[in-house]
């Protein structure tokens, strides 16, 4: 498995110009919804959950990241969203959540049945220990420049 | 020969993060040798999964006192602090 088989290519923001936490999950919740990927209920879900369950990741780089998802109900097939933003925006750190993370990698994660697309969270977790995939994502200008990030063929 | 050791994974909503957890914990604690079963569960039904665990392992805030160590972690999905966790998770397990 291979984190293209799970990103949905009208589903990537580059270089996205958010002002907050809540505009990037509602903006990349949007395109997967009008991708066919999720329910019209996934976006406030993702929010909530997000408010209640926050899902920063401080990560050893300059760039930190978060993985919003949220309950199976509002899914329609397994699918994945990613932007990366001009400039970083405040999440809360899943572990601790009382301590805000700057944020400029951002995960939705459509997921439609529990413990079932493993994978795609094991992907993203291979992507935030390799701090050479990231720095070339957040350069990234297009889908196929997206594409020849994750692979580790760059020296 | 020890008895095997029991480890609950919680996460916010059990739908991912745990069971990545639980995966990579198993992998690599089955690497050195150490066999151990995780569980999985929301962090909203830890207390009502604790009988027979030894340790819970979670990415997410647990409510106070459950009567077992609580190792509180991003290591399996960051990468940062990795050995340090696993160290720690040895040791609570009195292996």
Redesign the interface.
């Known amino acids: 498995m291979n984190i293209l088989d799970f990103l949905v290519p009208s589903s990537i923001a580059l270089h996205y110009p958010a002002s907050d936490s809540k505009e990037v999950i509602a903006h990349l919740g949007k395109l997967l919804f009008d991708a066919g990927y999720v329910r019209e209920t996934f976006v406030e879900a993702a929010l909530d959950r997000e408010s209640r369950l926050p899902t920063g990741l401080p990560l050893s780089g300059d760039v930190n990241a978060a993985i919003p998802h949220t309950e199976v109900e509002h899914v329609i097939k397994p699918g994945l969203a990613m932007a990366t933003l001009s400039t970083p925006v405040t999440f809360q750190n899943m572990v601790s959540p009382e301590e805000a993370v700057p944020c400029q990698l951002v995960f939705v994660m459509a997921l439609d049945q529990p413990k079932a697309q493993i994978e795609m969270l094991q992907e993203i977790a291979g992507i935030l220990q390799n701090p050479s995939i990231i720095e070339r994502l957040m350069s990234a200008n297009d889908f196929e420049e997206v594409r020849t990030s994750f692979s580790n063929d760059h020296s | 020969m020890p008895m095997r050791k029991t480890i609950l994974v919680a996460c916010?909503?059990?739908?991912?993060?745990s069971?990545?957890v639980a995966?990579?914990l198993e992998e690599i604690l089955r690497d050195r040798g150490i066999d151990v079963v995780t569980r999985?569960c929301k962090?909203s039904e830890v207390a009502s999964m604790i009988s027979g665990v030894d340790l819970v392992v979670?990415?997410?805030?647990l409510p106070g006192n459950l009567g077992v160590p609580v190792i509180?972690?991003?290591a399996?999905?960051?990468?940062?602090g990795k050995e340090a966790v696993i160290t720690q998770i040895i040791q609570a397990l009195k292996l």
Do not use: D
């Open positions: 916010g909503t059990a739908v991912a993060t069971t990545v995966k990579s999985q962090a979670t990415t997410t805030p509180q972690t991003l399996f999905l960051t990468g940062i």
